[in-house]
């Protein structure tokens, strides 16, 4: 327990910075019009720096990734204020979105700046909405609470655990594999299963 909670720091901040490089990467997210149609893009992704997230419409999902100049908007990290996720999100609260399915609410989340400003999202899939939101909690300084952070956690920490525990010190392994032992005289020895 007391190695696990040694550990433990070490490894949410590495999980931290794999979901902070996945932002800077950027992803395709599906746009909502006032019809509920999907059929429109716009792409999300966040300076390598971390100070601002770039944005901006597409005509079609892009092959790869997008180049930040190419993103016409901007949002300084430092103004956003709050991320809100499923019901809690403005785009959700809208009249006829509680018909919508619940699919899509599970994946919608905002980001709440300025007094009224917010800039909405529907992720594409259960994995890319655990990025976002763990990586938004990450840049904002509060916990990364999503079930894909605790799986991450749980896999990364119980390996840890196995590798520091092996008794390894002053074991010398070798680089050349051991010789292959010389066949035995007769096999008696094996069972015969007839």
Known sequence: MELKEKIQP????????????????GTCFRKLNSRRRQDKFWYCRLSPNHKVLHYGDLEESPQGEVPHDSLQ???????????????DC???????????????????FSILYDSSGQ??????????????????????GKDMLSDLTRNDL????????????LDLENIQIPD???PIPKEPSNYDFVYDCN
């Open 154 to 165: 749980d896999t990364l920490l119980s390996m840890e655990i196995k590798l520091r525990l």
């Open 10 to 25: 070490e490894i949410l901040e590495l999980i931290k910075q794999q979901r902070l490089n996945r932002l800077v990467e």
């Open 119 to 140: 800039l909405n999202f529907i992720a594409p899939d259960k994995h890319e909405y655990c990025v976002w939101t763990d990586g938004l909690n990450a840049l904002l």
């Open 90 to 108: 403005p785009h959700m609260k809208e009249k006829g979105a509680l018909k919508q399915n619940k699919e899509v609410l599970e994946l919608a």
């Open 73 to 87: 908007d901007k949002l300084p990290v430092a103004d956003i204020k709050a991320v809100v996720t499923g019901k």
């Open 176 to 178: 050349a594999p051991p």
